[in-house]
């Protein structure tokens, strides 16, 4: 288990979708897809777009790709150094 | 791989983080499993690492200090004999053989479905709030939320005090059922106190009683709400809209293992034992009742689990919380009016596009499945299973595993793990 130190000042980089994204140590994947310009994380059988619904790993809305891995949920994800994300959008 | 244990504990909120503490305090070997990547449950997430909240830290540090081992990123898919449970865990899996469980998967939010709820930016009440813990901007930005009891305040305050603009708090109860509510809060001092803290940080944010989304629109994302107030209609333009009223248990891992439920709650003994022998269930599964209620029967179960004596404060504690969690109940249960939101075109089923139109002669969850693919996409019906309960009356199938999407590894009996029937008590 992590100590509860602040680590707030630890910043890492990400991509979403091929865009980088620099965010506190401890976001979730799922809050850093809000920082991108679209909050978009799949698209519906009709190609409609869709966000993030439970942010508990329950609604299955947040997944992705991440690191070469299919369908993890962005939500319960913690966003680490070098991370691939890769939305369905 | 395969892992043992004399109790293995499922779910690391305040109920599983409790039972564990006392069960393995007293010397049994204790295996924790959840989902999530740090314990603390859906209530203290991010408490791991912030140490805002001093009862969260105080179980957090008494749980690493317990000598309870944690897997976190674990997900239990299947349950192939008593006694064994399948796990899966990042791209790998593991089974876990178990003399004694303790269900501690506590609750999520119910959606009901309404024009528009599909739109990116509309989340549920609570949903938005662990986001925001979890680092979402919220600064500047406009935020409605809608839904009922003390989690609507509970997210609004979380906003608020990370800069968001709430404009708007839509209490679905009546304006007598929620004065009733919030009188009876004084046999709860602890509740009472945190309820009070929130509204002075609230006070200058717009509440209604007898108030609900109708709907929300927008180009690609949610851009306004129209809202139900009183019997006017307003319309609100946000950035974000929070939705969902209250909480319902995750029975699904207490079905896979053969547990009874009745009225949405697994049904358990004084010795909080379900009717499956050796397998206890806590907090959220008994019926929605908050953090308390999650200590304490945690704590009960882990004291039964290893055979230790019941201090009588928590036996007297339990009721207590008990008595609460049914004055809740009453006073979430959705009212008629918001069965009646959803339009033909208004999806039910998210995962599989299912519009209300395509339920039209069907009877029960059954038939929705089988006719029009209901409840059959990756959430597995959690999401629209809960609505359509609500909406129809349907209720719940038996579980099937795998209860979660797995890879077909998962799902294979490890042959180091025998097979046979045997367990000793």
Same mark, same amino acid.
């Given at each position: 288990?992590?100590?509860?130190?602040?680590?707030?000042?630890?910043?890492?980089?990400?991509?979403?979708?091929?865009?980088?994204?620099?965010?506190?140590?401890?976001?979730?994947?799922?809050?850093?897809?809000? =920082?991108?310009?679209? @909050?978009?994380? +799949? #698209?519906?059988?009709? &190609?409609? $777009?869709?966000?993030?619904? %439970?942010? =508990?790993?329950?609604? @299955?809305?947040? +997944? #992705?790709?991440?690191? &070469?891995? $299919?369908?993890?949920?962005? %939500?319960?994800?913690?966003?680490?150094?070098?991370?691939?994300?890769?939305?369905?959008? | 791989?395969?892992?043992?244990?004399?109790?293995?504990?499922?779910?690391?909120?305040?109920?599983?983080?409790?039972?564990?503490?006392?069960?393995?305090?007293?010397?049994?070997?204790?295996?924790?499993?959840?989902?999530?990547?740090?314990?603390?449950?859906?209530?203290?997430?991010?408490?791991?690492?912030?140490?805002?909240?001093?009862?969260?830290?105080?179980?957090?540090?008494?749980?690493?200090?317990?000598?309870?081992?944690?897997?976190?990123?674990?997900?239990?898919?299947?349950?192939?004999?008593?006694?064994?449970?399948?796990?899966?865990?990042?791209?790998?899996?593991?089974?876990?053989?178990?003399?004694?469980?303790?269900?501690?998967?506590?609750?999520?939010?119910?959606?009901?479905?309404?024009?528009?709820?599909?739109?990116?930016?509309?989340?549920?009440?609570?949903?938005?709030?662990?986001?925001?813990?979890?680092?979402?901007?919220?600064?500047?930005?406009?935020?409605?939320?809608?839904?009922?009891?003390?989690?609507?305040?509970?997210?609004?305050?979380?906003?608020?005090?990370?800069?968001?603009?709430?404009?708007?708090?839509?209490?679905?109860?009546?304006?007598?059922?929620?004065?009733?509510?919030?009188?009876?809060?004084?046999?709860?001092?602890?509740?009472?106190?945190?309820?009070?803290?929130?509204?002075?940080?609230?006070?200058?944010?717009?509440?209604?009683?007898?108030?609900?989304?109708?709907?929300?629109?927008?180009?690609?994302?949610?851009?306004?709400?129209?809202?139900?107030?009183?019997?006017?209609?307003?319309?609100?333009?946000?950035?974000?809209?929070?939705?969902?009223?209250?909480?319902?248990?995750?029975?699904?891992?207490?079905?896979?293992?053969?547990?009874?439920?009745?009225?949405?709650?697994?049904?358990?003994?004084?010795?909080?034992?379900?009717?499956?022998?050796?397998?206890?269930?806590?907090?959220?599964?008994?019926?929605?009742?908050?953090?308390?209620?999650?200590?304490?029967?945690?704590?009960?179960?882990?004291?039964?689990?290893?055979?230790?004596?019941?201090?009588?404060?928590?036996?007297?504690?339990?009721?207590?919380?008990?008595?609460?969690?049914?004055?809740?109940?009453?006073?979430?249960?959705?009212?008629?009016?918001?069965?009646?939101?959803?339009?033909?075109?208004?999806?039910?089923?998210?995962?599989?596009?299912?519009?209300?139109?395509?339920?039209?002669?069907?009877?029960?969850?059954?038939?929705?499945?089988?006719?029009?693919?209901?409840?059959?996409?990756?959430?597995?019906?959690?999401?629209?299973?809960?609505?359509?309960?609500?909406?129809?009356?349907?209720?719940?199938?038996?579980?099937?595993?795998?209860?979660?999407?797995?890879?077909?590894?998962?799902?294979?009996?490890?042959?180091?793990?025998?097979?046979?029937?045997?367990?000793?008590?």
């Amino acid at each position: 288990m992590r100590e509860p130190a602040s680590k707030a000042t630890t910043r890492v980089t990400l991509r979403i979708n091929g865009r980088a994204v620099t965010v506190p140590a401890g976001t979730s994947v799922a809050a850093a897809l809000a =920082m991108t310009d679209s @909050f978009v994380s +799949r #698209a519906d059988l009709s &190609g409609r $777009p869709r966000g993030p619904l %439970c942010g =508990m790993g329950v609604c @299955f809305e947040c +997944r #992705a790709t991440i690191d &070469g891995v $299919p369908e993890v949920l962005m %939500c319960l994800t913690p966003c680490r150094e070098d991370q691939e994300v890769v939305t369905d959008a | 791989m395969r892992e043992a244990c004399d109790l293995v504990v499922v779910g690391a909120g305040p109920g599983g983080l409790a039972a564990a503490c006392r069960a393995a305090e007293a010397g049994l070997d204790v295996l924790v499993l959840d989902a999530q990547p740090e314990p603390g449950g859906q209530v203290w997430r991010s408490e791991a690492r912030k140490g805002a909240n001093r009862l969260a830290r105080r179980w957090l540090t008494r749980f690493a200090a317990s000598g309870a081992r944690f897997r976190p990123g674990a997900r239990v898919v299947a349950a192939p004999e008593p006694g064994v449970l399948l796990v899966e865990e990042g791209s790998s899996s593991f089974a876990v053989r178990y003399g004694r469980a303790v269900l501690a998967t506590g609750a999520r939010e119910r959606f009901l479905p309404f024009p528009g709820w599909t739109l990116p930016g509309v989340l549920g009440v609570s949903g938005l709030q662990v986001l925001v813990k979890d680092g979402l901007p919220i600064r500047g930005k406009r935020v409605v939320l809608a839904g009922t009891g003390p989690l609507l305040l509970a997210a609004a305050a979380t906003i608020h005090a990370h800069g968001g603009e709430v404009l708007y708090i839509a209490e679905q109860a009546s304006a007598a059922s929620h004065w009733g509510f919030a009188l009876q809060l004084w046999r709860h001092p602890a509740k009472l106190l945190q309820g009070a803290l929130m509204s002075a940080a609230l006070i200058s944010v717009p509440t209604s009683t007898d108030a609900w989304v109708i709907a929300a629109e927008g180009e690609g994302r949610v851009e306004s709400v129209r809202l139900s107030v009183r019997g006017r209609e307003e319309q609100l333009r946000c950035d974000y809209l929070g939705a969902a009223y209250g909480l319902v248990p995750n029975l699904e891992v207490a079905r896979l293992l053969g547990c009874e439920t009745s009225a949405g709650a697994v049904v358990v003994n004084e010795r909080l034992e379900t009717r499956v022998p050796k397998v206890h269930a806590v907090g959220e599964l008994l019926g929605i009742g908050g953090v308390d209620q999650a200590l304490v029967t945690g704590e009960l179960a882990g004291l039964v689990a290893a055979e230790q004596p019941i201090p009588v404060e928590l036996e007297r504690t339990w009721h207590r919380v008990r008595a609460f969690a049914a004055q809740l109940a009453r006073h979430d249960a959705p009212r008629a009016e918001l069965r009646r939101l959803a339009t033909p075109d208004t999806l039910l089923c998210r995962c599989e596009d299912v519009p209300m139109s395509a339920l039209e002669g069907c009877q029960n969850l059954r038939e929705a499945r089988l006719y029009a693919r209901l409840g059959m996409g990756a959430c597995q019906g959690r999401t629209c299973g809960t609505a359509a309960q609500t909406l129809f009356g349907w209720s719940g199938e038996d579980v099937r595993p795998p209860c979660l999407p797995a890879r077909i590894g998962s799902l294979r009996l490890p042959s180091d793990v025998s097979s046979t029937h045997a367990r000793e008590s």
